[in-house]
């Protein structure tokens, strides 16, 4: 039996900054959905990062999509 969980294997961090208009979190989700494998990615309990409230961190299986979603969002 696999137990291994997201967190063992998704572990690429990428920063998303959700400040500016309410709708910029939801299209994000949207975008994931849409356009990744849920496996490859874990948006469901952000990290809070350091630096402010309104960063978190979203993280990656595999550097590609990591990549990809950096340009699209940061």
Same mark, same amino acid.
């Given at each position: ?7 063992? $294997? ?7 900054? !959700?400040? /500016?208009? &309410?709708? =910029? ?15 490859? $990615? ?7 990062? !350091?630096? /402010?409230? &309104?960063? =978190? ?18």
């Amino acid at each position: 039996m696999n137990t291994s969980t997201k967190l063992d $294997y998704c572990n690429i961090p990428v920063v998303f900054d !959700s400040r /500016g208009d &309410h709708g =910029r979190g939801h299209a994000m989700r949207r975008w994931l959905f849409e356009n990744l494998d849920p496996d490859c $990615y874990d948006a469901e309990d952000f990290s809070i990062v !350091s630096l /402010g409230i &309104h960063q =978190r961190k979203i993280w990656f299986s595999n550097e590609k999509d990591a990549l990809w979603f950096a340009l699209r969002w940061n």
